[in-house]
């Protein structure tokens, strides 16, 4: 496998799994964490989640590619898979 193919593959994984990494990304930061409970109390928890996952797919203008129940993120029960 080439170098390109080999970086191709990387970010394409990334890019599947990008919305439980945003996830992941909140939960072990504190300030992202505090912010999003406070989010989560004043707009509920499926209305919160389900704009952050529309902002991901919208930002980096992506295509939905299927569902995964088991994220690694716990404030997320599932999430769709992305491709580019």
């Known amino acids: 496998m080439s170098v390109e193919k080999y970086a191709e593959k990387v970010v394409r ?26 989010q989560v109390n004043t707009f509920g928890l499926d209305a919160v989640n389900m704009a952050i996952g529309k902002k991901v797919k919208e930002l980096f203008k992506l295509q939905n590619d299927g569902e995964n129940n088991s994220p690694k993120s716990f404030l997320i029960k599932s999430y769709t898979y992305h491709s580019l």
């Open 13 to 38: 994984s990334f890019v599947c799994d990008i919305t439980d990494h945003v996830f992941c990304n909140i939960q072990y930061n504190e300030d992202l964490m505090r912010e999003y409970q406070s």
